[in-house]
């Protein structure tokens, strides 16, 4: 599992996927799907997750109506930013969804 905290245009959620990247296609579709097809992503240590959210944490893992691909863990903005050091905040990934608008003739 990685976890990520990512900054969309209402303010950072923090998830969880099984996916390999923060941007990988069964990550971003289920992003799509709630609405936000654009967002840059950090990685935030599993540890870290684990440790500040608690029993949370482990009632979000046990949640089946979630999948593996995304599992959110919060989205209450102000709180995901203010529990994570910005130090920690490295390598940031950006993701926006393509759109090819077609032109009238």
Do not use: W
């Amino acid at each position: 599992m990685k976890a990520g905290m990512i900054f969309t245009g209402s303010g950072p959620i923090l998830v969880l996927t099984a996916c390999e990247s923060l941007t990988a296609p069964k990550v971003t579709m289920q992003l799509s799907a709630k609405g936000i097809t654009r967002y840059i992503a950090y990685e935030i240590p599993l540890d870290m997750v684990k440790e500040k959210y608690g029993k949370h944490f482990s009632v979000v893992m046990g949640d089946l109506k979630q999948s593996n691909d995304l599992r959110v863990v919060d989205e209450e903005g102000r709180r995901v930013f203010y529990n994570f050091p910005l130090e920690k905040l490295e390598n940031p990934v950006c993701y926006e969804e393509t759109t090819q608008i077609r032109k009238a003739a």
